[in-house]
């Protein structure tokens, strides 16, 4: 069974300021994969990052960044320099790797990202 | 980039009436595709796994009677509700998984969403 735990309230940040959001997961799969998604008001999920269990570096991608720490199980995804368009809610997700094709995506319940001019 | 495409985004419709939403992958062909639920500021709520050519696996507590799901083509999944209440308004999403040669880090990629409004 895998749990994804998002516990924070609704976030703020300053226009332009880095931003952490935190996820912690538990799973009982040896192999897994993190994945984060943001979602705006408008509804669609945007994929925005991806860290593979035995990934040796922590994964970056343009402002996003995930701060990888398997040892406390915690996936935390680093927006630096905000924008007013981060404004959304984010979803961390994992799915177990080795249980194929078919494996699903676990959410966590999301948090609400709020960008301040 | 890999896009999936969902339609229709709105539908308001008379409560008794069936409908159909459909869920395409426009540029890679996906063997699974999967079907959420989503209530407002809530997660997403996975429905059903729908496997191209045999039967949906539906979640626990779902009506497979209720939500229909047929996946004819490696390109195509329809979701339909069937005889829509108001307790069936929802935002349903879709979502698709490449079929390449290794999935392990393959991120699903999801439709726009359809909100669905039964009066």
């Known amino acids: 069974a895998q749990k994804i735990t998002q516990t924070q309230p609704g976030m703020f940040v300053q226009e332009k300021e880095a931003v952490t959001l935190d996820c912690t997961y538990d799973t009982s799969d040896p192999s897994y994969g993190l994945f984060w998604y943001k979602q705006p008001s408008s509804g669609e999920m945007i994929f925005l990052i991806y860290q593979g269990s035995y990934d040796q570096q922590n994964a970056t991608e343009g402002r996003y960044s995930l701060n990888f720490q398997k040892a406390r199980k915690s996936a935390n995804l680093v927006i630096s320099a905000s924008q007013l368009g981060d404004s959304a809610m984010y979803f961390c997700a994992m799915r177990g790797i080795l249980t194929g094709a078919n494996s699903k995506l676990t959410f966590g319940k999301g948090i609400t990202l709020s960008v301040r001019p | 980039g890999a896009v999936v495409s969902q339609h229709p985004s709105w539908v308001i419709c008379k409560s008794g009436t069936s409908v159909k939403i459909e869920c395409r992958s426009l540029?890679?062909?996906?063997?699974?595709m999967f079907w959420y639920r989503q209530f407002p500021k809530q997660s997403l709520m996975l429905m059903a796994t729908s496997n191209e050519g045999s039967k949906a696996t539906y979640e626990q507590g779902v009506e497979k009677d209720k939500f229909l799901i047929n996946h004819a083509s490696l390109t195509l999944s329809t979701l339909t509700v069937t005889s829509a209440h108001p307790e069936d308004s929802s935002f349903y999403i879709c979502s698709a998984r490449p079929r390449t040669g290794d999935t392990r880090n393959q991120p699903q990629h999801f439709g726009d969403g359809t909100r669905l409004s039964i009066l």
């Open positions: 540029d890679f062909q996906a063997t699974t």
